[in-house]
């Protein structure tokens, strides 16, 4: 049914520099409209502009129809579910009830550097290493979260991703691995002088 409130799933998702959060989205139910306001995971925004899979502004995106939006707060992550609402006041409200997920990441422990990490794991005093994943587009994000998700460190120490997005390395970021002792790992992103 193409006349009720869309409904759909994130395909891809970056940090453009000239135009911020950019999501590529798939209706799958309803029709999505320029001005719609969003919840797509834990970000929400008002769809500002749409552009189809041929790079054409558009103004509303029907059943099946992948649209590249933009307007959003932050970046969503790929396979996130978006829904529009009636008002952006709703959309901010119930987006703000689902980042709760992040408050539960934020631990208080100490900080420690490599060098301190591969001391703990000769000694044997450590069997997880911390990782939070900054790259520049969702689906390397995502692919270096299962790789790393995957390795041993000599038999007995596993790599615990905490936290895997897009966008360059920020200040929020410095502290959550400041307070899970975490080592951030950025993939083709340069991060500024003062992080």
Do not use: W
């Not at 502004?57 to 939006?69: F, M, Q």
């Not at 539960?104 to 911390?130: F, H, P, W, Y």
């Not at 120490?157 to 691995?177: F, K, P, W």
């Amino acid at each position: 049914n193409p006349n009720r409130k869309a409904r759909g799933i994130v395909l891809e998702a970056q940090l453009d520099k000239g135009r911020g959060p950019v999501a590529t989205l798939l209706v799958q139910r309803g029709t999505l409209q320029t001005g719609d306001s969003v919840v797509v995971g834990t970000s929400y925004g008002r769809v500002r502009k749409m552009t189809n899979d041929r790079g054409m502004e558009i103004k509303h995106a029907e059943p099946s129809c992948p649209v590249e939006i933009i307007g959003l707060n932050e970046v969503p992550r790929a396979g996130d579910v978006f829904m529009s609402y009636d008002s952006y006041k709703k959309a901010a409200e119930i987006a703000g009830r689902l980042d709760k997920q992040i408050e539960k990441e934020r631990n208080s422990t100490s900080a420690m550097s490599l060098e301190d990490l591969a001391k703990k794991i000769d000694e044997g005093d450590v069997q997880e290493i911390n990782v939070l994943i900054k790259a520049d587009v969702q689906g390397s994000a995502e692919a270096l979260k299962a790789s790393m998700e995957k390795l041993e460190v000599d038999g007995n120490v596993r790599i615990n991703v905490i936290r895997s997005t897009v966008g360059t390395i920020t200040e929020s970021d410095i502290l959550l691995a400041s307070a899970s002792n975490a080592i951030i790992y950025g993939f083709n992103i340069r991060p500024s002088a003062a992080i």
